[in-house]
């Protein structure tokens, strides 16, 4: 949509509270693969907080989803 932001991975993980560096971003993700029946939001490893923010912004399709939804996709990649 005109007019909003549009995040980026380092964006989402420095809202995550998590090194948004892209050298650690790249680490994070070959180190926390999922299952490909695996969930992104139960995920063992995310805090309470992360949890809530990446389950309301999905559930709402805010302007976080698209990025969220390609680190969900990079999570799973070698499923």
Do not use: C
Request: proline fraction near 1%; charge should be negative; charged fraction near 30%.
């Amino acid at each position: 949509m005109l007019g909003e932001p549009e995040y980026t991975m380092n964006d989402l993980f420095a809202q995550l509270g998590l090194d948004s560096s892209d050298e650690a971003i790249e680490q994070f993700i070959s180190e926390h693969k999922l299952g490909q029946d695996d969930n992104l939001v139960e995920a063992d490893f995310w805090n309470d907080s992360q949890r809530a923010f990446l389950q309301e912004e999905w559930k709402l399709d805010a302007v976080w989803v698209e990025v969220i939804d390609e680190l969900n996709a990079r999570l799973h990649e070698s499923a």
